[in-house]
């Protein structure tokens, strides 16, 4: 089968990740091909094991002008889908070009959902959705219920999923916590800070940095001198901390549609401790992390306390319901499905 991936095009899908969306998408990459005849739509800096077709983009133009210079990609992108002629489309960009277009020349194509709705791509998946060609898939209930209303159609989850073997790792924790993301406000980098100094305990976190601003006039200002940033890292740099980590906190501002770092922490045994907010109820059984009950530092400063009782195994156990190939396989049934 021949199979066109769409990525969101801000970021190259290449290590060290930018965010979940580009390791979700450079993880499916890995996987279909080995089962197909894949080309991956992105950014012109990535680097993936399969044919990547691309097209200019100016970084620069991009930050000043995002919506004229990510449309422009787009539109770039599904005209060269439309000549190629494959067999189905899976797209996990952000815009609704792909979507729009596909349901308008006929194009079998199946939609990740990534993010809660918002306005600009609301209104174009309602309208395709009434499309026998266009189908949506969500990365959990939360979000797929978010989804619900505005589409005409019931939205089915798939899971997102990591390789556990490769997050397997010796647990040796010492007296710091740790978190990761892209550093914005949305991500509640300055939340998990307090949370750490008000336990009077050291954090390590990690990150690129999204929002100078934001790390320049909040988080700066917050850091002690036990505290530390260490950088944009890869994988495995970020496993290294995860090893050595008593806790992975996270001060989320929004309704998390998944949280791939979630399970990245919780596959190393790292307990993990959150918000009760978008699907971290969902990936976060029991006895693999604490929920704060409230939305405020001090709870969340309960939770870390109280998440250092928690076993490994226990934690580790909760991130098997994860499995990439679980992810991969349910991809292929609804991608062989509408093909």
Same mark, same amino acid.
């Given at each position: 089968?021949? &199979? ?10 290449? =290590? ?19 089962? /197909?005849?894949?080309?991956? /739509? ?21 930050? *000043? /002008?995002?919506?004229? +210079? ?17 067999? +189905? ?34 209104? +174009? ?14 990365? =959990?209930? =939360? ?11 019931? +939205? ?31 991500? @509640? ?8 100094? *008000? ?12 929002? *100078? ?8 200002? &917050? ?9 944009? &890292?890869?994988?495995? #740099? ?12 996270? @001060? ?6 998944? @949280? ?46 109280? #998440?250092? #009782? ?25 991608? @062989?499905?509408?093909?």
């Amino acid at each position: 089968m021949k &199979l066109a991936i769409i990525a969101h095009p801000r970021f190259p899908i290449k =290590s060290p990740y930018a965010g979940g969306l580009e390791a979700f998408t450079g993880a499916l990459v890995e996987y279909y091909q080995s089962v /197909y005849e894949v080309t991956l /739509y992105a950014h012109p800096d990535s680097e993936v094991n399969c044919k990547l077709k691309s097209f200019p983009i100016d970084n620069s133009q991009y930050q *000043q /002008y995002p919506d004229i +210079v990510e449309n422009d990609f787009m539109l770039k992108v599904m005209d060269d889908i439309a000549k190629e002629q494959f067999d +189905v489309v899976h797209n996990n960009s952000l815009n609704p070009i792909p979507i729009l277009w596909a349901s308008k020349h006929n194009i079998p194509m199946l939609t990740t959902l990534h993010t809660p709705p918002y306005s600009k791509l609301k209104a +174009v998946v309602g309208l395709a959705s009434y499309s026998p060609f266009i189908h949506f898939t969500a990365v =959990s209930h =939360s979000l797929a219920e978010a989804w619900e209303p505005f589409i005409n159609d019931k +939205v089915e989850v798939t899971y997102n999923g990591i390789d556990l073997k490769r997050w397997q790792v010796t647990k040796k924790p010492q007296d710091y916590v740790f978190t990761y993301g892209r550093i914005l406000p949305s991500k @509640g980098i300055d939340i998990a800070i307090s949370t750490a100094q *008000q336990m009077g305990i050291a954090i390590k976190f990690a990150g690129p940095i999204a929002d *100078q601003h934001y790390m320049d006039d909040v988080v700066r200002p &917050l850091l002690k001198p036990c505290d530390t940033y260490l950088g944009h &890292l890869d994988h495995h #740099s970020i496993k290294h901390q995860l090893a050595h980590a008593k806790a992975a906190v996270f @001060g989320t501002r929004w309704d998390e549609p998944f @949280g791939l770092s979630t399970l990245e922490a919780m596959a190393t045994g790292t307990p993990v401790v959150s918000f009760n907010r978008g699907a971290f109820a969902e990936i976060v059984s029991e006895g693999a992390g604490v929920l704060a009950k409230g939305n405020n530092v001090n709870s969340l400063a309960a939770a870390l306390e109280a #998440s250092f #009782s928690l076993n490994q195994s226990d934690v580790i156990k909760s991130a098997r319901n994860f499995p990439i190939a679980k992810m991969c396989s349910e991809y292929s049934n609804i991608l @062989g499905r509408i093909a």
